[in-house]
């Protein structure tokens, strides 16, 4: 049974779905590649710039695919009850970590000892 009463469970729950969908929409914008090599004239550094953009887009795409995941984990694990417990110690991750962080895996504890 969580620690977290019916009200503050529905507020994390939203605040996941917001980021949910925010992320997905950010990742739709980073997904739309660079375009280049379609270029009519080769222009090295301009090539190698949008390169860099793609690599650096590919990266970003990564980081917000992961997030969307833990997101995700913590929406199952709300629908499951088991939302809000450290899944290093087992104890409660709490509430104000959970507003500033709420698909945090781990409690304040767990996490300053990585």
Do not use: W
Not at 99 to 114: A, D, G, W, Y
């Amino acid at each position: 049974m969580s620690h977290l009463n019916e009200k503050q469970l529905q507020e994390l729950k939203e605040q996941l779905e917001k980021e949910a969908g925010e992320l997905e929409a950010q990742l739709a914008n980073v997904s739309k590649t660079a375009d280049f090599g379609n270029d009519t004239e080769t222009d090295f550094s301009q090539e190698a710039d949008e390169a860099e953009e793609f690599s650096s887009q590919l990266g970003m795409q990564e980081t917000f695919k992961e997030r969307l995941q833990d997101i995700e984990a913590a929406l199952e694990k709300i629908s499951k009850g088991e939302y809000g417990k450290c899944e290093k110690c087992g104890k409660d991750i709490s509430l104000e970590l959970l507003k500033v962080n709420p698909e945090s895996r781990l409690c304040k504890e767990c996490k300053s000892e990585n």
